[in-house]
């Protein structure tokens, strides 16, 4: 390993990322187009400054790329990758990733620090590998993340697939809700191609969303201006084209939005980013969101896929549609006495976070506690 760079200017680093993104297995989380968008909307908000890591080859050309944000919280100076909560994956960019050793991995970040003084890198939801190569990380060690990813793999048949998934009475069950379901008119499902489609959907997300979360008693994130201009800029929203190979996915019966997903299409995966479904009554019995989940496996089918990805968390839905649990990890890699502090402290709240989700009376206690909380703001 050569010279290391580290930059808070993406347009200096917007070369050699875009050719490592063309290079290396990267998830659509690590892109250039969508970390720069995260960047400017909810990095900024929450005080980020960009931390972008480029480690070279002796003869100058780029091997790695960590794309980083820096926070302070208190005396410590924290890196962490850019994307927070929205990025279901969080990895760098490493272009022979199966050739990096610890004695690699533990410099590199090493001089990161010295350059741009890191007290603590903290690495939450990592992947042990992604498209069949390892995440070169995890030569630091660490522990499980307090959820799996979940994903389905694509074959050429729609029809193989769905007999894998469901048994003949489940896919009985299946037709008499999708019976239900176009009672309320012709059952459509189709990508947003436009940005009066991109913004339909977007505001029926936000509907959908919503209303889910009061029925919950919790909070909704998308409450939050600056996730909406993520969200809305990633997405095309306002523009000719989407960024990052969003995709909006729109199921509708007769004219009324009933479901909506949106996802991040690269290489052959598509990686879901958001989901929600009409709550009415007169939809939710049809179960509206289950319906597009199988015109996203028959659309992927068609257009050649290889998998589709649902994110972080567990869910009924996922359990029956994906078959494949990838397990994540969490590092926190300290290069100072008071990050060692910070590490120690990450560890032990993940670690407990992990405890509660699976500890189904712990984790109603916490629900419990949420709601008190948000219940007061509701009034």
Known sequence: MGEIEVFDDFARAERDW????????????????????????????????????????????????????????GPLNVASF???????????????????????????????????????????????????????????GGAPSPSFAYATRLDDDYSAWLAAHYSADA??????????????????????????????????FLAQKRARMAALALPDEFEDPAIRAFVALLGGVESDEPEAGFVWFVARAGERIVSVFAGLERAGRLSGLLFSHDMAPEVAIGSPGEWLTHALVEDGVARGLEAIDFGVGEARYKAEICEIAE?????????????????????????????????PRLFDAARAVQRLIVRPRAR
């Open 18 to 73: 875009r050719r490592l993104e063309a290079t290396c297995a990267a998830s659509p989380y690590q892109t250039f187009a969508f970390c720069s968008a995260w960047m400017a909307t909810i990095g900024a908000t929450e005080g980020a400054t960009p931390l972008i890591a480029i480690a070279r080859a002796r003869g100058g050309e780029p091997i790695a790329l960590l794309p980083l944000q820096r926070r302070r919280f």
């Open 82 to 140: 850019q994307g927070g909560r929205m990025a279901n994956y969080q990895f760098g960019l490493f272009r022979e990733p199966d050739s990096w050793a610890r004695a690699d991995v533990v410099p590199l970040l090493q001089r990161i620090a010295g350059r741009a003084r890191v007290d603590l890198f903290v690495f939450a939801q990592q992947p042990l590998a992604w498209r069949g190569r390892v995440n070169p990380l995890r030569e630091l």
């Open 171 to 204: 896919r009985k069950k299946r037709r008499a809700k999708t019976r239900k379901l176009g009672a309320l008119g012709p059952l459509t499902a189709a990508r947003a191609a436009t940005p009066a489609a991109r913004r339909a959907a977007f505001e029926a």
């Open 327 to 359: 397990p994540q990890f969490d590092t926190a890699f300290a290069t100072t006495a008071i990050g060692a502090a910070g590490a120690l402290a990450f560890r032990w709240g993940r670690a407990l976070k992990r405890h509660i989700k699976h500890s």
